[in-house]
């Protein structure tokens, strides 16, 4: 069986696969902070790296008008070696495609890792619509490029042996930074990307990220946008180059980061373990004010 055969059973697999109902309820109080447009991506669902119950506990605080699924939504590469789905995924997809029922514009724009997807792209499922790329315009006028990114990256589109030697050995970083956040979660410490830290140390890594962000400005800018939003390499960033804004919404495997854009077209990147962290404090002092 070829390669372009198991992405069909696995495609054919994952859209057979229509969630029922979430393991864990869903926050239904009114407390929920309202954004115009959010933008999420490389959540990597179908492995142990995923931040599925961060990622619930998110969707579960926000809403918006607006939702962008920037990609690697699925890992389809880990998930052709071995299944894995666990209750928090599903969840995390039910609640996606319940937004989209209740109205929220949901785009789906495969990445790299979920490119079985990209031969849908002009179709919409569930009210979830799978594009390419899109073009949004925000309240303020401004338009931007909305896609993953993969397309700029040499690594993955010159030597794919090399981007999936690279996906092994992250995997096997994303499992030591799993156990690692069980044992800081047991002393009662806050979340903390070790891959993330890792890569900011490395020069070579921190290299790649910028150069990686100016050519996507610049292919952005010779588009004639004013911006572009973009996924993929697991970094997220709000920068000016030139004259072209460049906005990366991150990832939900080391920052677990959204973007989101306000009423008034303001961008904002959220640190969601940042925000639990805040939460709790709050909820902690609240109780023993109380």
């Given at each position: 069986?070829?390669?372009?055969?198991?992405?069909g059973d696995l495609t054919a697999d994952i859209l057979a696969f229509v969630p029922q109902r979430p393991?864990?309820?869903?926050?239904?109080?009114?407390?929920?902070?309202?954004?115009?447009?959010?933008?999420?991506?490389?959540?990597?669902?179908?492995?142990?790296?995923?931040?599925?119950?961060?990622?619930?506990?998110?969707?579960?605080?926000?809403?918006?008008?607006?939702?962008?699924?920037?990609?690697?939504?699925?890992?389809?590469?880990?998930?052709?070696?071995?299944?894995?789905?666990?209750?928090?995924?599903?969840?995390?997809?039910?609640?996606?495609?319940?937004?989209?029922?209740?109205?929220?514009?949901?785009?789906?724009?495969?990445?790299?890792?979920?490119?079985?997807?990209?031969?849908?792209?002009?179709?919409?499922?569930?009210?979830?619509?799978?594009?390419?790329?899109?073009?949004?315009?925000?309240?303020?006028?401004?338009?931007?490029?909305?896609?993953?990114?993969?397309?700029?990256?040499?690594?993955?589109?010159?030597?794919?042996?090399?981007?999936?030697?690279?996906?092994?050995?992250?995997?096997?970083?994303?499992?030591?930074?799993?156990?690692?956040?069980?044992?800081?979660?047991?002393?009662?410490?806050?979340?903390?990307?070790?891959?993330?830290?890792?890569?900011?140390?490395?020069?070579?890594?921190?290299?790649?990220?910028?150069?990686?962000?100016?050519?996507?400005?610049?292919?952005?800018?010779?588009?004639?946008?004013d911006g572009v939003v973009c996924g993929h390499i697991h970094t997220a960033e709000i920068r000016q180059?030139?004259?072209?804004?460049?906005?990366?919404?991150?990832?939900?495997?080391?920052?677990?980061?959204?973007?989101?854009?306000?009423?008034?077209?303001?961008?904002?990147?959220?640190?969601?373990?940042?925000?639990?962290?805040?939460?709790?404090?709050?909820?902690?002092?609240?109780?023993?004010?109380?």
């Amino acid at each position: 069986m070829t390669t372009t055969d198991c992405m069909g059973d696995l495609t054919a697999d994952i859209l057979a696969f229509v969630p029922q109902r979430p393991m864990a309820p869903e926050r239904t109080d009114s407390a929920r902070r309202r954004f115009r447009t959010i933008w999420i991506s490389d959540v990597h669902l179908g492995t142990r790296g995923c931040n599925a119950e961060m990622l619930i506990d998110f969707l579960d605080h926000v809403d918006s008008e607006q939702l962008y699924l920037v990609g690697d939504m699925i890992d389809g590469w880990r998930l052709k070696k071995r299944f894995y789905w666990p209750a928090a995924h599903n969840d995390v997809v039910w609640r996606i495609m319940k937004r989209a029922k209740r109205g929220t514009r949901v785009t789906y724009i495969p990445g790299n890792h979920d490119e079985m997807f990209r031969q849908f792209a002009g179709m919409d499922f569930g009210g979830v619509k799978v594009r390419r790329k899109a073009i949004h315009i925000t309240a303020d006028g401004r338009r931007l490029l909305v896609l993953h990114g993969d397309e700029f990256d040499a690594i993955t589109l010159a030597h794919r042996w090399v981007a999936f030697i690279g996906d092994n050995a992250y995997t096997a970083l994303m499992v030591v930074n799993q156990w690692l956040n069980v044992a800081r979660r047991r002393l009662g410490m806050p979340y903390w990307s070790l891959s993330k830290h890792a890569k900011a140390k490395v020069k070579n890594a921190v290299a790649f990220i910028s150069h990686f962000e100016e050519v996507v400005a610049h292919a952005a800018g010779s588009r004639g946008v004013d911006g572009v939003v973009c996924g993929h390499i697991h970094t997220a960033e709000i920068r000016q180059i030139g004259d072209v804004a460049y906005y990366n919404d991150g990832d939900w495997v080391e920052g677990c980061t959204a973007l989101v854009e306000h009423f008034d077209g303001r961008m904002e990147l959220l640190h969601w373990a940042d925000e639990i962290a805040k939460r709790e404090t709050t909820e902690r002092a609240a109780a023993i004010a109380a």
